[in-house]
């Protein structure tokens, strides 16, 4: 079974900064696709980025680039030059080649300091 | 990026009556949607997956008959919570697939139901 793990329940990081947020993936499938996701306290859902499991290079979306290192099947999101509005839920998810849900991780809560 | 809507953002309801929420992809057809419940600093938990022209497929728990789904046309799914509990108070949400083979889910705003 797939599962998804975000072991840090809440992350602060100090605005104008760097910061990773990590997810690890546990899965037989040899082709998946990695989410990761952003919800403000607004409740709704963001779509940030996509790494797919054959992506020989690792995705970038603005500041948002996914460290994906599929020998340890981790996919970390890294965030750089945190701002303000970065402030939310993240979760990571995942989906396999042959499936059409997604398994999500417990998320983990960025707090940006001014 | 795709836009998925979802109507009502808000609703209270006595307890016993039904809720509908509706769920809509604006600027592509998804021929699957998917419905989901989030309790409060949880992740979400997804209840059914709702496909165009047939029936749900629901996750083990889930009572279809108290959580009716309906994906009548490409861009329109139904979520109806019947007879209402307070314990069917909850944020629920649904997300729309894009039929890339990426299959990225696009997210409504969500619902926040409150039953008195």
């Known amino acids: 079974a797939q599962k998804i793990t975000q072991t840090q329940p809440g992350m602060f990081v100090q605005e104008k900064e760097a910061v990773t947020l990590d997810c690890t993936y546990d899965t037989s499938d040899p082709s998946y696709g990695l989410f990761w996701y952003k919800q403000p306290s607004s409740g709704e859902m963001i779509f940030l980025i996509y790494?797919?499991?054959?992506?020989?290079q690792n995705a970038t979306e603005g500041r948002y680039s996914l460290n994906f290192q599929k020998a340890r099947k981790s996919a970390n999101l890294v965030i750089s030059a945190s701002q303000l509005g970065d402030s939310a839920m993240y979760f990571c998810?995942?989906?396999?080649?042959?499936?059409?849900?997604?398994?999500f991780g417990p998320g983990t809560r960025l707090s940006v300091l001014p | 990026g795709a836009v998925v809507s979802q109507h009502p953002s808000w609703v209270i309801c006595k307890s016993g009556t039904s809720v509908k929420i509706e769920c809509r992809s604006l600027d592509f057809q998804a021929t699957t949607m998917f419905w989901y419940r989030q309790f409060p600093k949880q992740s979400l938990m997804l209840m059914a997956t709702?496909?165009?022209?047939?029936?749900?497929?629901?996750e083990q728990g889930v009572e279809k008959d108290k959580f009716l789904i309906n994906h009548a046309s490409l861009t329109l799914s139904t979520l109806t919570v019947t007879s209402a509990h307070p314990e069917d108070s909850s944020f629920y949400i649904c997300?729309?697939?894009?039929?890339?083979?990426?299959?990225?889910?696009?997210f409504g705003p969500g619902t926040r139901l409150l039953v008195l």
């Open positions: 997300s729309a697939r894009d039929g890339t083979p990426k299959g990225t889910q696009y």
């Open positions: 790494q797919g499991s054959y992506d020989q």
């Open positions: 998810a995942m989906r396999d080649n042959y499936g059409q849900n997604f398994v």
């Open positions: 709702s496909n165009e022209g047939s029936k749900a497929t629901y």
